[in-house]
């Protein structure tokens, strides 16, 4: 079974940087893509980030130019530098990994906050 595992969440005043980074263990042949994804209280889980295993990226418009997504040279791990923040950015933000058999899986999130 794989386990998804985030750190790095916390509180920060907007214009300040955090990195979230994530790890994944158990069976994690075949991974396709990893990626954050987040949700604000009272709105809809929303993508983030992806990585694909080739190396390609794809951020939401909301946060180009200010996140950077990269993967670890283990292939297992992920990870997300976030710059700018803004108060908008404050969400719980969830590590994904998607397989190459379809298999999907979560973290259980690590929150961050933004004060104005």
């Known amino acids: 079974q794989v386990q998804l595992v985030e750190s790095g969440g916390g509180l920060v005043q907007a214009g300040g940087s955090l990195r979230l980074s994530c790890a994944a263990s158990g069976v994690i042949v075949s991974i396709n893509v990893m990626g954050w994804y987040r949700q604000a209280p009272g709105k809809q889980r929303e993508l983030v980030a992806t990585i694909s295993n080739g190396g390609r990226t794809n951020y939401a418009d909301s946060v180009k130019g200010r996140f950077t997504i990269s993967r670890g040279d283990a292939q297992n791990t992920v990870s997300l530098q976030m710059d700018s923040l803004k108060p908008e950015d404050a969400a719980v933000y969830y590590c994904?990994?998607?397989?190459?058999?379809?298999?999907?899986?979560w973290g259980k999130g690590t929150l961050v906050t933004v004060s104005s």
């Open positions: 994904n990994l998607e397989r190459f058999d379809g298999m999907n899986y």
